[in-house]
């Protein structure tokens, strides 16, 4: 799963333009990440210019 620092996070939209899942979403003025998308590939934490996205592991 993926998290986002809202205070680093600068709403440009480049994880939602790599994300194969749809997973990521600007609403308004924050980015809301759908856990039920999301697969944690990474590929989002990547492209972040702010290093504003962090892959952690869920336990269950």
Do not use: Q, W
């Not at 994300?19 to 759908?34: P, R, V």
Request: hydrophobic share 40%; with cysteine.
């Amino acid at each position: 799963m993926v998290v986002v620092d809202r205070y680093r996070c600068a709403y440009c939209g480049a994880c939602i333009s790599v994300c194969k899942f749809n997973a990521n979403e600007l609403i308004e003025t924050f980015l809301h990440i759908y856990d039920d998308r999301c697969n944690g590939c990474g590929i989002c934490v990547k492209v972040c210019p702010m290093g504003a996205l962090k892959v952690i592991e869920c336990s269950t």
